[in-house]
């Protein structure tokens, strides 16, 4: 089939297509000199066809041990994998109208989409196919994965430019269904949210229908980005704020009750979050004023190094 012929960029995806080149110079430095082939290494060194089973050996990696086998023939042994040649990644951005709320200079939302175009660039660097699905309130918009420095530059611009969803908008779905056969065996699946708390005594789980499945099929990661006030409330005299889907304001006071309501919001968040993604070295949180460059390279390095920090 011919190649299809190169679109430009469309004109309100101008302004995000020259962040992202300002970008690419310090995602190239982090994979050349800080990442090194760790990087090359964290999206394709899980992402194999299973070969054989051999003898294990030290030094392997303990993950690959064959517990069955072993237990049967009284000696370890590992599982052996061929390495694919080329690796998919896809993002899922749940794009929820929570994400709108900052308290500082930056919403979840900015920095969420950051973080996804990083990830983006990052996989145009490891010359990796790239493609994403875009839920919002008004519909699901689905990006088949393409390769090449160009094609993934304007395809990450064309998400950074979509319009946010309104306050007080439906909450998105995601099509988990097709996104079961969107993308070859052992891809990368990155779902970036807001993964709001489930409440204890509702019974309620956050795993979406079909996410084991997905779990068989994909590497599956999450990533999210914390306001300050989602980690902690602010503290001192009180204050006025603007509940943008109430449409009204409400007085934070910091009292014992307000910070305790908090607390348990954030402890049901963590449960619903860990649920999903029960291997911490799958899941990343970042703050809206962390660099969010800099917090790949640690989530990268702990993959590569799951026995450290």
């Known amino acids: 089939m011919p190649a299809a012929p190169a679109v430009p960029p469309a004109p309100a995806a101008a302004a995000p297509l020259a962040a992202l080149r300002r970008l690419e110079w310090r995602v190239r430095h982090a994979v050349e000199a800080m990442l090194s082939g760790e990087y090359r290494s964290v999206f394709r060194g899980r992402g194999m066809e299973f070969d054989q089973v051999v003898k294990y050996e030290f030094g392997d990696d303990v993950r690959d041990i064959d517990w069955n086998v072993t237990a049967r023939l009284g000696e ?14 896809l ?35 490891n010359r990796d196919r790239v493609g994403f699905v875009h839920a919002a309130p008004g519909g699901n918009d689905v990006r088949e994965p393409v390769r090449g420095r ?12 979509r319009p946010a969803p309104a306050p007080d908008a439906p909450a998105p779905v995601p099509p988990w269904r097709f996104l079961a056969r969107a993308a070859p065996k052992h891809s990368i699946l990155i ?7 489930v409440a204890r005594s509702s019974g309620d789980d956050p795993r ?8 068989r099929r994909y590497q599956t990661m999450g990533f999210r ?10 503290k001192g005299e009180p204050f006025a704020a603007y509940d943008a889907v109430a449409g009204r304001l409400v007085t934070i006071d910091g009292s014992a009750a307000e910070q305790a309501a908090h607390a348990a919001w954030v402890a049901a968040r963590e449960r619903a979050w860990q649920t999903l993604f029960p291997d911490p070295l799958t899941r990343l949180a970042v703050g809206t004023g962390e660099n969010r460059l ?12 799951p026995g450290r920090g």
């Open 76 to 89: 370890p042994y590992r599982k052996k994998f061929v390495e694919e040649r080329e690796v998919t990644v």
């Open 91 to 125: 993002l899922v951005l749940e794009d929820a109208p929570s994400l709108g709320f900052g308290s500082g200079a930056q919403s979840r939302r900015e920095a969420l989409l950051e973080l996804a175009g990083l990830v983006m660039l990052l996989g145009a660097v």
């Open 150 to 161: 160009g094609r993934i530059l304007q395809l990450a611009a064309s998400l950074l430019a």
């Open 191 to 197: 779902w970036l949210g807001d993964f709001p708390p």
């Open 208 to 215: 979406p229908e079909g996410w084991s499945v997905l779990q």
């Open 225 to 234: 980005v914390d306001d300050p006030w989602d980690r902690q409330l602010p």
């Open 294 to 305: 800099d917090a790949l390279v640690r989530f990268f390095h702990a993959r590569m190094n």
